[in-house]
T-cell receptor, first 113, second 114 residues
Framework: SQQGEEDPQALSIQEGENATMNCSYKTSINNLQWYRQNSGRGLVHLILIRSNEREKHSGRLRVTLDTSKKSSSLLITASRAADTASYFCATDGSGGSNYKLTFGKGTLLTVNP | EAQVTQNPRYLITVTGKKLTVTCSQNMNHEYMSWYRQDPGLGLRQIYYSMNVEVTDKGDVPEGYKVSRKEKRNFPLILESPSPNQTSLYFC?????????????FGPGTRLLVL
């Protein structure tokens, strides 16, 4: 089963607007992480939230975690054209293993100038 | 500079010709892993390693081998590549503390198997 599932698959907004992406997962986790990938390049870590945390901020990023619903959201405020990228959530603890990291299929965000 | 390096970055090969993709990190991380990325399927973990001489299967290990003889290196070996292994491959390293911590990714290796 797919551990991390992002929603929506694609999102197109105007510069200055906020972008919200969601991630759902199926099993219990230790940590949930969000990564960003510019087309065909390596992934860059954005933020990590632990299972005992509910909200975390980093610059223009805000992440929430609801373990009862097994879901997380990533909010990017005041988006810029440079935020155009794919965003992935990743969870550990998948399938009973704490050492496997499972990624969702990602949300493709396009920020139009 | 802290980094994960992969070589080669691009590779075209033929079915059955053994190949190795190297991965090296300079951050003294215990945890290293390999992923493949395919359109519509996202990133899937192939193998991971918790430390030297400790490796385990990820979600898609078939057709791949790994070794971890030194802490900094984690090569991915395709003994007999097939066209369905055409993909974009990423190596990553990181720490394990209270779960898997921030992972640092290499730039990727784009492999085409003919």
């Amino acid at each position: 089963s797919q551990q991390g599932e992002e929603d929506p698959q694609a999102l197109s907004i105007q510069e200055g607007e906020n972008a919200t992406m969601n991630c759902s997962y199926k099993t219990s986790i230790n940590n949930l992480q969000w990564y960003r990938q510019n087309s065909g390049r390596g992934l860059v870590h954005l933020i990590l939230i632990r299972s005992n945390e509910r909200e975390k901020h980093s610059g223009r990023l805000r992440v929430t975690l609801d373990t009862s619903k097994k879901s997380s959201s990533l909010l990017i405020t005041a988006s810029r054209a440079a935020d155009t990228a794919s965003y992935f959530c990743a969870t550990d603890g998948s399938g009973g293993s704490n050492y496997k990291l499972t990624f969702g299929k990602g949300t493709l965000l396009t920020v139009n100038p | 500079e802290a980094q994960v390096t992969q070589n080669p970055r691009y590779l075209i090969t033929v079915t059955g010709k053994k190949l190795t993709v190297t991965c090296s990190q300079n951050m003294n991380h215990e945890y290293m892993s390999w992923y493949r990325q395919d359109p519509g399927l996202g990133l899937r973990q192939i193998y991971y390693s918790m430390n030297v001489e400790v490796t385990d299967k990820g979600d898609v290990p078939e057709g791949y081998k790994v070794s971890r003889k030194e802490k900094r290196n984690f090569p991915l070996i395709l003994e007999s590549p097939s066209p369905n292994q055409t993909s974009l491959y990423f190596c990553a390293s990181g720490l394990y503390d209270r779960g898997l911590e921030t992972q640092y990714f290499g730039p990727g290796t784009r492999l085409l198997v003919l």
